[in-house]
């Protein structure tokens, strides 16, 4: 059986790189010292592609493969990819929804308990010998009876409503549209922030919500109030954010993303009231390995029949 070519961006588990190199002549980019010279000798016969939410295919890939007819991104966000471009070349985008909903749900809810409890600095007080030194941790805040802002109501979003019932909240959401869900409907995100303890964003990310969490919704969360970041960094306005939790406007910050990931702000690094965390919000073995296998998955039925299991939205009329 003849085996197309594939572009690999970014890396794989090892079950994910069995199963292409199974089926696919494999092309690592990471392996590729003279990205011309491999153009001129390989970007003609490349049909497909394996990348990530974070690398998405870079302009200059697509323009190096004339012949691309599938781009298989490992992760629900595709922000890093411009669909318009793909669509207008009749590439079809694919993505990991659903597989990774409760896993991200899961980090969602650790940074908000994280953030109440105070549990990072009670481990520093226990684990450095300050308690023997010192005496007992401050007390923190329950995270029962709160009532909770959902930033996006889509697959995660639901699903983080969902795990929470356990805290008695009251749950609002704010989306562009409203949902048929057994929750309060918020038509403007300030007007969530205001009534809520906490504010969780779990949006893709892209323009529609670039800064969208800005310095008035996190001054209505106040000085008490928390944001919990798992969606894009891009989404809050990460300097309005520091401004905010070093005035004591808001109160707390538990985040998994960032604007310049890798990079955090110093400034964000050496606050005590601010939960990091280094984009690990479906980062288990477990889901990892769902994720890689509906992207390979999404891969090799395109090799089968020209069709795609999980489409991004913008492609699924191809
Ligand atoms: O706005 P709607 O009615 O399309 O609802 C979607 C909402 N959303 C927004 N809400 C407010 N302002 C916006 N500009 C805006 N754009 C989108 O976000 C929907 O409720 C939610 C997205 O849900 P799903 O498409 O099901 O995405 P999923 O699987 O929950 O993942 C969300 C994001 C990913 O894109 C990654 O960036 C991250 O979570 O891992």
């Given at each position: 059986?003849?085996?197309?070519?594939?572009?690999?961006?970014?890396g794989a588990t090892d079950v994910m790189l069995e199963r292409m190199e199974a089926e696919f002549t494999?092309?690592?980019?990471?392996?590729?010292?003279?990205?011309?010279?491999?153009?001129?000798?390989?970007?003609?016969?490349?049909?497909?592609?394996?990348?990530?939410?974070?690398?998405?295919?870079?302009?200059?890939?697509?323009?190096?493969?004339?012949?691309?007819?599938?781009?298989?991104?490992?992760?629900?966000?595709?922000?890093?990819i411009d669909t318009d471009a793909c669509v207008a070349r009749g590439i079809k985008v694919t993505h990991?929804?659903?597989?990774?909903?409760?896993?991200?749900?899961?980090?969602?809810?650790?940074?908000?308990?994280?953030?109440?409890?105070?549990?990072?600095?009670?481990?520093?007080?226990?684990?450095?010998?300050?308690?023997?030194?010192?005496?007992?941790?401050?007390?923190?805040?329950?995270?029962?009876?709160?009532?909770?802002?959902?930033?996006?109501?889509?697959?995660?979003?639901?699903?983080?409503?969902?795990?929470?019932?356990?805290?008695?909240?009251?749950?609002?959401?704010?989306?562009?549209?409203?949902?048929?869900?057994?929750?309060?409907?918020?038509?403007?995100?300030?007007?969530?922030?205001?009534?809520?303890?906490?504010?969780?964003?779990?949006?893709?990310?892209?323009?529609?919500?670039?800064?969208?969490?800005?310095?008035?919704?996190?001054?209505?969360?106040?000085?008490?109030?928390?944001?919990?970041?798992?969606?894009?960094?891009?989404?809050?306005?990460?300097?309005?954010?520091?401004?905010?939790?070093?005035?004591?406007?808001?109160?707390?910050?538990?985040?998994?993303?960032?604007?310049?990931?890798?990079?955090?702000?110093?400034?964000?690094?050496?606050?005590?009231?601010?939960?990091?965390?280094?984009?690990?919000?479906?980062?288990?073995?477990?889901?990892?390995?769902?994720?890689?296998?509906?992207?390979?998955?999404?891969?090799?039925?395109?090799?089968?029949?020209?069709?795609?299991?999980?489409?991004?939205?913008?492609?699924?009329?191809?």
């Amino acid at each position: 059986m003849s085996k197309p070519d594939l572009l690999m961006i970014g890396g794989a588990t090892d079950v994910m790189l069995e199963r292409m190199e199974a089926e696919f002549t494999l092309h690592k980019m990471n392996d590729i010292k003279d990205f011309d010279a491999w153009v001129a000798e390989h970007g003609g016969k490349i049909v497909a592609l394996a990348t990530n939410g974070h690398d998405g295919v870079p302009a200059h890939v697509m323009a190096a493969c004339p012949n691309l007819q599938v781009a298989s991104a490992y992760g629900v966000g595709y922000d890093a990819i411009d669909t318009d471009a793909c669509v207008a070349r009749g590439i079809k985008v694919t993505h990991t929804p659903n597989v990774l909903n409760a896993e991200v749900a899961n980090t969602a809810m650790m940074l908000m308990l994280a953030c109440f409890r105070n549990f990072l600095s009670d481990e520093r007080h226990a684990r450095s010998g300050d308690w023997e030194r010192d005496g007992n941790a401050p007390l923190s805040n329950s995270p029962d009876n709160r009532t909770i802002g959902i930033l996006g109501m889509g697959r995660i979003g639901q699903e983080i409503a969902e795990r929470l019932q356990v805290f008695n909240p009251t749950i609002l959401y704010h989306t562009r549209s409203r949902k048929d869900l057994p929750y309060e409907y918020c038509e403007t995100l300030v007007g969530m922030a205001e009534r809520s303890d906490v504010l969780i964003c779990i949006t893709p990310g892209g323009a529609s919500t670039n800064k969208i969490v800005n310095k008035q919704v996190l001054e209505a969360l106040g000085p008490e109030g928390m944001v919990i970041n798992v969606s894009r960094g891009s989404v809050i306005d990460e300097e309005a954010l520091i401004e905010a939790l070093q005035s004591g406007k808001l109160g707390k910050a538990g985040l998994d993303v960032f604007e310049q990931e890798p990079k955090i702000p110093n400034a964000l690094k050496e606050m005590e009231n601010v939960v990091l965390l280094p984009h690990v919000g479906s980062a288990t073995h477990e889901t990892r390995a769902a994720m890689g296998k509906l992207t390979v998955d999404n891969l090799i039925q395109w090799k089968q029949d020209g069709t795609v299991i999980t489409p991004v939205p913008e492609c699924a009329h191809l």
